[in-house]
T-cell receptor, first 114, second 112 residues
Framework: EAQVTQNPRYLITVTGKKLTVTCSQN?????MSWYRQDPGLGLRQIYY???????DKGDVPEGYKVSRKEKRNFPLILESPSPNQTSLYFC?????????????FGPGTRLTVL | QKEVEQNSGPLSVPEGAIASLNCTYS??????FFWYRQYSGKSPELIMS????GDKEDGRFTAQLNKASQYVSLLIRDSQPSDSATYLC????????????FGKGTLLTVNP
């Protein structure tokens, strides 16, 4: 089954404790992206990656890091989480220009930083 | 700063009616336009994409694009209670779905 998986789905942590949210896709997509969704602010892009070892900042990259060492994986790293990073996070992947122009979203990770 | 504006709603329509969702965008260089549906607690899913001026129909859904007015809309005919969701408009300056900028979404409720 074609899918984007994220782990963990729910996480409660404390300020300053480094964490990683994993994202993996099994569709051989070149493009992957991270978004955060907040009430009243909508979906905002954090980082995106056009391919392995190619990443770039989205609209709200501060406080986040990413890496793309393998095509299927695109982890989101919070080196020193703060309460304002409490949010719902979505990973997405796509293969623009292919047979479909849709981004496939993962199920989301709800993060709470105390 | 690229902006995508949507009526926040909520928009409430009776079952069987036409629901009309609107979206305006600020970047005249935008090339690709998408409508996503997001049920409460779920991830967004694509329902329509449109790249050129005019109408594009897919079943009960019609997307309309007017680049001169920087306006894109989604019409849902014969609305069903299962259409109740938040609808997200997304825009890209690329010819595909790279670097999407999303609107804040419109909550649609279809009443039986």
């Amino acid at each position: 089954e074609a899918q984007v998986t994220q782990n963990p789905r729910y996480l409660i942590t404390v300020t300053g404790k480094k964490l990683t949210v994993t994202c993996s896709q099994n569709m051989n997509h070149e493009y992957m992206s991270w978004y955060r969704q907040d009430p009243g602010l909508g979906l905002r892009q954090i980082y995106y990656s056009m391919n392995v070892e190619v990443t770039d900042k989205g609209d709200v990259p501060e406080g986040y890091k990413v890496s793309r060492k393998e095509k299927r994986n695109f982890p989101l790293i919070l080196e020193s989480p703060s309460p304002n990073q409490t949010s719902l996070y979505f990973c997405a992947s796509s293969s623009p220009g292919g047979s479909t122009d849709t981004q496939y979203f993962g199920p989301g990770t709800r993060l709470t930083v105390l | 700063q690229k902006e995508v504006e949507q009526n926040s709603g909520p928009l409430s329509v009776p079952e069987g009616a036409i629901a009309s969702l609107n979206c305006t965008y600020s970047d005249r260089g935008s090339q690709s336009f998408f409508w996503y549906r997001q049920y409460s607690g779920k991830s967004p899913e694509l329902i329509m994409s449109i790249y050129s001026n005019g109408d594009k129909e897919d079943g009960r859904f019609t997307a309309q694009l007017n680049k001169a007015s920087q306006y894109v809309s989604l019409l849902i005919r014969d609305s069903q209670p299962s259409d109740s969701a938040t609808y997200l408009c997304a825009v890209s300056t690329f010819g595909s779905n790279y670097k999407l900028t999303f609107g804040k979404g419109t909550l649609l409720t279809v009443n039986p």
